[in-house]
């Protein structure tokens, strides 16, 4: 309990013995007319959650979507409403707004608040060191501070799965990857995604490219374009808005030639529905990472009074929050039978998935 809620609780408990001391025995006052006595309010301040996003947005179809979801159904789940002392956001635009975002939350008095993404650590251990008595969640990255529980994910473990698919569905045996940046996460789908094609198909061509930023859809696009053009069939992207991009090039190429074999794997939330192109789509399935279990499990061993502070948590494919979207058809079932036991293989331990890429 932070001391900021100690202080509350003794204050409500002399207030109470105030009361009772005034009142003596006399309960007539509660009584119902059939004799039983009326339950008092409870003053007890509800758990509230906010997070702030990286430049992503909040509604990047992804990974930043994906916690803000975890956010709304924990608040839904404990009857909050969207502000103050309830559950909210707040998007950056810039890196620059990172640590005034965090402080406005703080300062709103929001009990727990979610850094979303690796970008955001150095400005979160900043403002979490200067506010001692609140309790962080940094998604996607580690830190040792005390008052920030980390939340981290074996993206390895999917982005194989995916590789799998893709070896298993290629028709050029030339699959891609597009990354965002060159960072520890990123790596991780990067070289998840390496593992699985070469387990299935060792002499597959795994052509990988990143864009150098999150952003920009256009350098999606760029990369998806090269990738298309030099004969890859199926890409695989952990870029963040830059993989709006490779689903614009896909779906370009879709509306052209209604029978080019051309397909995306989307991550970290199901993008189905941004694969569609008239009646077709271009979505073979999503490698889920569920932030939304692992913010929404947080915030509530934080609401008990349990808040993993100071420690790393990692969510995997054992713990369901890591899996493979449904793929509406576009995957054949003995395919889908191959990669569970893959993924089963990997629960269990038999495959270890490796996190770095070789080079």
Known sequence: MSKRKFGLALSMLLAAGTILGACGTDKEKDAKKDGTTAPSESTEKAFSVAMITDTG?????SFNQSAWKGIVDYGEKNNLKKGDGGYDYLQSTDASEYEANL??????DFDLVYGVGFLLKDALETIASQHKDNMFGLVDEESDVANIASIMFKEQEGAFLAGAVAALMTKSDKVGFVGGMEFPVIERFHAGFVAG???????????VQYTGDFDKAELGKAAANRMYTS??????HAAGGAGNGVFAEAKERKAVDPDAYVWVIGVDSDQYEEGKVGDANITLTSMLKRVDLAVMKTAELAAKGEFPGGEITRYGLADGAIALADSRGAIPQEVLDKVDEFAKEIAEGKIEV?????K
């Open 197 to 207: 094609a070469k387990t299935v198909n060792p002499d597959i061509v795994v052509d």
């Open 231 to 236: 004969g890859v069939d199926i890409i695989f």
């Open 354 to 358: 490796p996190e770095k890429p070789t």
């Open 57 to 61: 947005g909040v509604d990047d179809k």
């Open 103 to 108: 402080n406005r939350l703080v300062r709103r």
